[in-house]
């Protein structure tokens, strides 16, 4: 197969692995995965993946080496990456802060030099000199939560609910971004026809599983007389399915609504006269 004739695809180890390669085994791109293989089996022979660290991808996409890559919107900024945003997938929610000792507040931090730790160089140094902090810097690597306050006086991480930063006796300072995994693409990828296509179908196998989660089908039978009040009542996609049930004895009534409706829904459908409701999950939506 010609060299150009392949999509070269990056999926991040570590937390938010889990997120990405249940969603890829979900649109049936990829057929085997697991973190202790650098190289999944994918099921396209058109598509090339590997396994790399969150903090390498969005630069390793930049300057062409992949095509196309899922990584956290943070570390798209720490690194400055030129890359081209697709999709954010909302996976593992959290946000970049400041945080210290419970003990001090912003205005001690800033009256005395102190030591900052964070994974997070540049977006650390860009929020310390913008808020005129007199600073040592400290590079981690993991555990940042872990530095104050023997050997820290303020860290900046990431937190999705803040709770180990509470266990841990700190306080967040300031919140500087919320972060999420994006789905991010190369520039000049996006320029190539074939390249272009084959990230195109992609993005809509993964739109598919992503709006499949979100929706289920809710199947009842109708009699004749209840029909047109309880098709009023059903928020649908475009138009319910209806179909007469056998001896014209009601009809068959189908409807694909938000997962989040069901609860409001069921218990009023059975109220207007709706019979034998069924509710089940798809496995990918194309709308």
């Given amino acids: 197969m010609a060299k150009d004739k392949k999509l070269k695809m990056l999926i991040p180890k570590g937390k938010i692995f889990a997120s990405v390669a249940k969603l890829l085994h979900e649109t049936n791109l990829i057929q085997e995965i697991n973190e202790r293989s650098y190289f999944p089996i994918c099921a396209d022979s058109e598509i090339e993946a590997k396994l790399m660290k969150p903090q390498n991808i969005p630069k390793l996409i930049e300057i062409g080496a992949h095509d196309l890559g899922f990584s956290g919107y943070d570390w798209v900024v720490e690194t400055a990456a030129q890359v081209e945003e697709l999709l954010d997938l909302g996976f593992d ?22 030591i900052v730790a ?11 000199d913008e808020e005129n902090f007199d600073y040592l810097f400290l590079r981690t690597y993991g555990a940042t939560e872990a530095f104050p306050p023997e050997d820290a006086d303020l860290i900046i991480d990431n937190t999705a609910t803040g709770q180990t930063l509470k266990e841990n006796g700190l306080k967040i300072i300031d919140e500087l971004f919320p972060s999420s995994t994006r789905l991010i693409a190369n520039s ?41 009040e309880i098709v009023k009542v059903l928020p649908c996609m475009r138009a ?47 709308i």
Avoid at 93 to 114: F, G, M, N, T, Y
Avoid at 118 to 128: F, G, T
Avoid at 256 to 272: G, M
């Fill in 188 to 228: 000049a990828s996006l320029k190539n026809f074939w390249k272009k296509e084959k990230i195109d179908e992609i993005l809509m196998l993964i739109a598919s599983v992503l709006n499949a989660r979100q929706r289920v089908m809710l199947e009842m039978n109708v009699p004749s007389d209840k029909l047109e």
């Fill in 118 to 128: 964070s994974e997070y160089e540049n977006i650390a140094r860009k929020y310390l």
């Fill in 93 to 114: 929610r959290v946000k970049i802060v400041s945080a210290a000792p419970a003990a001090l507040s912003k205005e001690q931090l800033k009256s005395q030099k102190i």
């Fill in 240 to 286: 319910p399915t209806v179909s007469m049930l056998f001896n014209e004895q009601g009809y068959a009534v189908k409807v694909a609504v938000l997962k989040k409706e069901t609860s409001r829904l069921i218990p009023l459908l059975k109220k207007l006269g709706a019979t034998d409701i069924l509710e089940y999950e798809f496995r990918k939506v194309v």
